[in-house]
């Protein structure tokens, strides 16, 4: 089967409402054959209303949404999934959900071996890639790891921001927090994409959507721009 | 004996010198009875070059320094300080490090049972408190947990940023995100120390400094700012 991946940087860019910005790609990502997507809330903690939220918003796009969390065993629930659709909000929370429900496996197993598609949206593309190491949230829960689902053999920093040289805040730049990660071994490439942009990856092909461009970090290599329709196809391979 | 902390909201202040912004206070706080200084340069890659520039910052106050990475046994290097200083970095990596050198417990007891003075600026800050899950830094390794050094009942959110209203940036504010702490069951107060505050521990007392002021979140109530100068001395009892 082919694997097919839908990874947005942001739920809702500013000043439209939620998903808004992508709704097309995801009417084209899960196209007419899926009848009802299984919607993961656990990076927020209110899972009725974020299941509420992700239903009204895919009943306008003619999908039905099922919350894992409202099916007896979640696992089960993974394995008869059409489609797949994993929310944002605190990726640690989201990952230890996950975890705790041990649908990690099953979620790649579905993805990979049966093509199910699977769309990220923030924490949720978060945890679509090697490990959670290049979150911008904030660590509230522990998870038992920061290895992720691993559906793509690079890291994904969602919400990028470029380095304001206006601010005068001292905390560091996205750009410097991506840099420490790679001061550590073997890390793997850091793709950032800015709020608007988004990664259809389908099977073999990666292509850069939206509107705002990405940039993509290497250790020991100068960052590199990439503008959207980039084909990006060569980050599938390690 | 009584237990003295120095906890630092940023080492660095927009537009001075390192540590410039709180020297005095470090001159207060290690006083005449301190020589040597034990820094820890762990939440920083390069620890050679992170200790020369507390060494020439610390010159200046009069204090020799001692890098912990220069010492043979770190344990050792704990058990004979005259004084401690944690550095800023990456928290995450200072943490797994601390974890590493197995220092945890002999920085704790040094500190709680023989009153050695304890200074830690920004992630030395994160990691004097209950735990860094309330780091606004990204996690670039896995330490073996968030549980931190312990010397106060509470946790710190260090370089805290009010909420601004211009911005089209769709990431969580920090009051969002120390608020979906609180989410979580059983989690202690944060205090919020905006970049220029500090808090000054001696025994039983703690008072707010410098010049910013701070916001104090607890789970299930409104959150309250206090004016630099206040007694924070309620937040040493459980
Ligand atoms: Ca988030
Ligand atoms: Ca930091």
Do not use: W
């Amino acid at each position: 089967m082919k694997k097919r991946l839908l990874l947005v940087s942001n739920s809702t860019l500013h000043g439209s409402g939620y998903l808004d910005h992508c709704q097309q790609h995801i009417s084209h990502f899960f196209g007419k054959d899926v009848k009802r997507v299984l919607f993961v809330p656990y990076a927020l903690h209110d899972r009725d209303a974020y299941t509420k939220a992700a239903r009204d918003k895919f009943k306008t796009l003619g999908y039905e949404v099922d919350g894992i969390h409202e099916a007896s065993d979640p696992v089960d629930a993974v394995r008869k999934a059409e489609g797949i659709f994993i929310g944002g909000g605190n990726t640690f929370r989201l990952l230890k959900s996950l975890y705790d429900n041990k649908v990690v496996t099953e979620i790649r197993r579905r993805v990979i071996e049966d093509g199910v598609p699977y769309m990220g949206s923030s924490a949720g593309t978060n945890v679509a890639t090697v490990s959670i190491n290049t979150t911008n949230d904030m660590p509230i829960v522990y998870p038992p790891s920061f290895s992720a689902i691993g559906l793509v053999p690079f890291n994904i920093n969602p919400h990028y921001l470029d380095p304001d040289p206006t601010s005068r805040h001292m905390g560091e730049s996205r750009e410097q927090r991506i840099t420490q990660y790679h001061e550590e071994a073997e890390t793997p490439r850091v793709l950032a994409l800015r709020e608007g942009s988004l990664l259809l990856v389908e099977a073999d092909k990666a292509t850069l959507l939206g509107t705002t461009g990405a940039r993509l970090f290497t250790r020991g290599k100068t960052a590199v721009e990439y503008e959207p329709g980039s084909d990006l196809s060569f980050l599938l391979t390690h």
